[in-house]
């Protein structure tokens, strides 16, 4: 049964209990193929999907889900949803997309189909490329990872759209040993297709990053100039996004609450949430309620502009949702950043060396979830990256904790580099300098 077809049995149905209704459905299909040095250690095929129903009766609703999209799940779905509704009674007001008119969309992308037997070679083929590298090649493990998922949403408020996506990533991470140390590297690439990633880069990068570890020592506690390189730039303010979500000011649970229109970072930083992830075909036609998205630009020029907002938090504050609601089949609706971008400046990687001189190239951040709050904005994580003199990167260093907070963390910034790239938390950043930021060492 397909979703239009499952969408108009549970609606037919649903009209005995409900006066309207709601379908939210989400599946992924994801193969896997991982790798350990030059065997195959796993190749895996596999679908997670499921089905939310929500039923509307004067002022109440009631939810339900279920894994089984079929008819066989139509009446557990409304006799659930029926009993929910039940038991917590009226609401206030219920939040729910109503367009003004129809609206309608389906949107297909279809990958390039490739046989299971060259994805393998292909992974397993970054071993032999690694193993020319280096003398001192430990272990070497290779993964690519190919990920198709549909959304569909429709109510009887007259919203109907779905969509498709689909991608891959691969990965290698080398393991080096000499002597007693050991290091690590390890390089990836996000593409649309699989066969599209540059797999001999990916393992030649993954080796160079373990070897240039070797070495590594802490540095004196102190206040430095810090490059933070791209990925890490993506992760640190992953882990800090609830800081811009309505729902967390109106909880006062964000550092940022009272802050809106007010400038709270480097005057060229300009943060958004956008629709199509550059470089990519990964469009997000639509958020999670049926809303259509537009680009949000959340800090512009330093200004903070708009907080993320789902249908629920704009009621509340009195403005239009910015087309953020996110949710699995088996969650609510909250607001969330989609595809996260920063605006490239005009300085490229080897220039921002350059320009900071001395201070410290950071290359990689632990730890987040265990060393920063999202409540206060701050942090207090472990790095590991290179000591840079007179613009030069002259040799590893690990040991070290950086400490900041959002807000200041946000006015640190003095540079913003070019060398923007896709990370595997589906952001688009660059690599951005900072100063004055609080490294505790040795």
Known sequence: MNYKEFKEKIFKKAKEKFENCEIYINSVNTTVVSTYDDELEKFTIS???????????QNMEGYSYSEDISENSIDYLIDTAYQSMQVVGEKEKIYIYKPEKKEAISREFQSEKVESDKKIEKILGMYEVSKKMSDSIHQIEGKGVEISSRKYIANTYGLEKYEENSYAYVYSYAILKKNDEMKSGIEFELKDNFMDCDFERIAKYAVKKAEREFGAESVESGKYKVILINDEVSSLLSALESAFSAKSVQKNMSPLKGLLNEKIAFDKLTMKDVKVLPGTNIIESFDDEGVDKKDLEIIKDGVLKSFVHNIETADKDGVETTASAARSYKSTSFPGISNLLIEAGDTDFESLLEKMGDGLLITSIQGLHSGLNPVSGEFSVPCNGFLVESGKVKRAVNQIIMSSNIKEFLNSIVEIG?????????????????????????
Do not use: C, H, Q, W
């Open 47 to 57: 679908e997670t999907a499921g089905v939310s129903f929500r039923g509307i009766f």
């Open 418 to 442: 070019s060398d923007s790239k896709i990370t595997l938390d589906g952001s688009y950043v660059p690599s951005i300098m900072l100063e004055n930021i609080n490294i505790s060492g040795s």
